[in-house]
């Protein structure tokens, strides 16, 4: 009968484990750092390629801007914060002095820092041109933000390197913010209207094509809204130019939102000594006929009704409709008087006269 004795490897294995373990012993150091190295390269691809592949989904199904950056922007960057947290992990394990263990995660810290900045630059880049194709009239201005953009986040990568090298940047900072306020103080009026336009663009109060009135006289469809300035395009076709920020600092009643549709009446005096259940007939007659005018808008339907009611030497009533659009009020408003006038006349209703008090002197 076999014995077998518990804890000892089978008689065919004891002659080949030696020869194994000695190969793994005889490999440089180096070799498993490299295949660590390559194992979470590899899991940094794929992690890349898996959120690429998500965020591209995303995009594709939500179809805006913000969704179009982040699918452009955040793949690749993942993929190599999973491959520094992965030799951060690892680090520990090499054969390293505790300085040397030290310098290590240091430079692994500021490279994530690093990392981040262009994160991050790499967005504002992404969405400059994503809103530069959604408004076409910033493409021409776009290099300012991009130049803005990329002058920014060198600087803050130049500072973390130089911390982790140990140069002090104290006297280039101090001089770079003396020529910086400088600058600002010198382009406060342009910084301004810049990032007034960057308001606009973004919270979007008003949007190219939407008609606007900006108290207290200016009034007119929205060309364009660039970095600098905004077009308006007045009923007479003339083109006024709005600074950006005076524009963001004004009361803006835009005509175009939440529908274009504008709410609109016509007011008519009749005498007093009219029968006003007739005169309320007509007029609600001609205000259902008018609905076949170009620019008047079928819902809400047009109503009538006793308003202002008794004034000066008449009684005034209103016609309230819609038209399509602000514009569509100079052609419904002339067209609906001339019908609501021959209406009336036929109908042998007259309409209120403006009375002329005259005062005269005692003896004139």
Same mark, same amino acid.
């Given at each position: 009968?076999?014995?077998?004795?518990?804890?000892?490897?089978?008689?065919?294995?004891?002659?080949?484990?030696?020869?194994?373990?000695?190969?793994?012993?005889?490999?440089? =150091?180096?070799?498993?750092?490299?295949?660590?190295?390559?194992?979470?390269?590899?899991?940094?691809?794929?992690?890349?390629?898996?959120?690429?592949?998500?965020?591209?989904?995303?995009?594709?199904?939500?179809?805006?801007?913000?969704?179009?950056?982040?699918?452009?922007?955040?793949?690749?960057?993942?993929?190599?914060?999973?491959?520094?947290?992965?030799?951060?992990?690892?680090?520990?394990?090499?054969?390293?002095?505790?300085?040397?263990?030290?310098?290590?995660?240091?430079?692994?810290?500021?490279?994530?820092?690093?990392?981040?900045?262009?994160?991050?630059?790499?967005?504002?880049?992404?969405?400059?041109?994503?809103?530069?194709?959604?408004?076409?009239?910033?493409?021409?201005?776009?290099?300012?933000?991009?130049?803005?953009?990329?002058?920014?986040?060198?600087?803050?990568?130049?500072?973390?390197?130089?911390?982790?090298?140990?140069?002090?940047?104290?006297?280039?900072?101090?001089?770079?913010?003396?020529?910086?306020?400088?600058?600002?103080?010198? #382009?406060?009026?342009?910084?301004?209207?810049?990032?007034?336009?960057?308001? %606009?663009?973004?919270?979007?109060?008003?949007?190219?094509?939407?008609?606007?009135?900006?108290?207290?006289?200016?009034? =007119?469809?929205?060309?364009?809204?660039?970095?600098?300035?905004?077009?308006?395009?007045?009923?007479?076709?003339? %083109?006024?130019? %709005?600074?950006?920020?005076?524009?963001?600092?004004?009361?803006?009643?835009?005509?175009? #939102?939440?529908?274009?549709?504008?709410?609109?009446?016509?007011?008519?005096?009749?005498?007093?000594?009219?029968?006003?259940?007739?005169?309320? +007939?007509?007029?609600?007659?001609?205000?259902?006929?008018?609905?076949?005018?170009?620019?008047?808008?079928?819902?809400?339907?047009?109503?009538?009704?006793?308003?202002?009611?008794?004034? +000066?030497?008449?009684?005034?009533?209103?016609?309230?409709?819609?038209?399509?659009?602000?514009?569509?009020? =100079?052609?419904?408003?002339?067209?609906?008087?001339?019908?609501?006038?021959?209406? %009336?006349?036929?109908?042998?209703?007259?309409?209120?006269?403006?009375?002329?008090?005259?005062?005269?002197?005692?003896?004139?």
């Amino acid at each position: 009968m076999r014995r077998v004795v518990l804890g000892m490897p089978p008689r065919w294995y004891r002659g080949r484990a030696v020869p194994v373990l000695d190969w793994f012993d005889r490999l440089p =150091g180096w070799s498993f750092s490299a295949a660590y190295a390559a194992f979470w390269g590899i899991i940094a691809i794929l992690v890349g390629a898996g959120l690429r592949r998500s965020l591209a989904g995303i995009a594709k199904h939500r179809r805006d801007e913000v969704s179009e950056v982040l699918a452009q922007s955040l793949p690749r960057p993942a993929g190599v914060a999973v491959f520094l947290v992965a030799l951060a992990a690892g680090v520990r394990f090499l054969p390293l002095a505790a300085l040397r263990m030290t310098e290590a995660h240091r430079f692994i810290a500021i490279a994530l820092c690093v990392l981040g900045v262009v994160v991050v630059m790499r967005v504002v880049l992404r969405s400059i041109e994503a809103y530069g194709r959604s408004n076409p009239q910033l493409k021409s201005s776009a290099g300012i933000g991009k130049a803005i953009t990329w002058v920014v986040s060198m600087a803050i990568v130049a500072v973390l390197v130089s911390d982790a090298l140990g140069v002090s940047l104290a006297p280039a900072l101090t001089a770079l913010g003396v020529g910086s306020l400088a600058v600002a103080l010198a #382009l406060q009026d342009t910084l301004s209207n810049f990032f007034s336009g960057v308001y %606009l663009v973004t919270d979007k109060p008003v949007r190219p094509g939407d008609f606007i009135r900006v108290d207290p006289t200016f009034e =007119g469809y929205v060309e364009s809204i660039g970095w600098r300035s905004t077009h308006l395009r007045t009923l007479n076709n003339n %083109l006024v130019i %709005l600074p950006n920020a005076t524009l963001s600092k004004s009361i803006i009643t835009n005509y175009s #939102l939440p529908t274009p549709h504008v709410a609109s009446s016509v007011r008519v005096d009749v005498a007093f000594d009219v029968d006003l259940d007739k005169v309320e +007939d007509a007029l609600a007659d001609e205000a259902k006929r008018a609905l076949d005018l170009p620019g008047i808008a079928d819902a809400p339907a047009p109503s009538v009704a006793m308003s202002p009611g008794f004034v +000066d030497g008449a009684v005034g009533f209103t016609v309230a409709f819609h038209v399509l659009s602000f514009a569509d009020q =100079g052609v419904v408003q002339p067209a609906l008087r001339k019908r609501i006038a021959a209406r %009336l006349k036929r109908e042998g209703i007259a309409l209120s006269t403006p009375r002329v008090a005259v005062l005269k002197r005692d003896g004139a």
